[in-house]
């Protein structure tokens, strides 16, 4: 009897702490805040008077990118100068040589031959791609780098479509 009296008490206790508690929050105004009422159009209107012309490139970056430009060329020349080779190599593998064979190794070192080949290439649109950064991070006009680099990315990705149609074939049965 002792227990339910004590029980009783502490529910009593417990819920008078909890209704108290309740009656002292308070809820969140629905009223305007002042981010919702603030003028939008005016603060695009300050930003776009803001904006400053880029600023033309410097020579030594517009060297840099003839050199790059030059070295990518290399590259490509390198690539179509070996892809001949590779794709003789896989032609002779694909769907006849089982893995480790001797014609699959060829392949291989045949296509891991041409990806080397193309190094120049690759690393050529990494620099144009550094440069780019930089120049618009320092707020310069990238036309001329985009110039340099449209050209660059275009032969690496043909390099990168024709490296994968040659793993492919090596690949399926």
Known sequence: MLRRLTALLALLWFGSVESAHAQQRTYPSL????VESRDRDAELAKAAEQVVA??????AVLAELGRLS???TAGGSA???DVAQSDRAVA??????SVSSEAWILAQQALSALDAS?????SALAGMDSIYVEQLNGGRDVS???GYRAPVLAMVDRQNDRLDSLR???TRP
């Open 144 to 146: 001329a780098v985009e």
């Open 54 to 59: 880029p600023r033309p490139l410097d020579a």
């Open 168 to 170: 492919f074939r090596l």
């Open 31 to 34: 009223s305007r805040r002042p």
């Open 70 to 72: 030059t070295q990518a």
């Open 92 to 97: 002779a593998a694909a769907g006849t040589a």
């Open 118 to 122: 193309r190094f120049d290439s690759v």
């Open 79 to 81: 690539f179509d100068r």
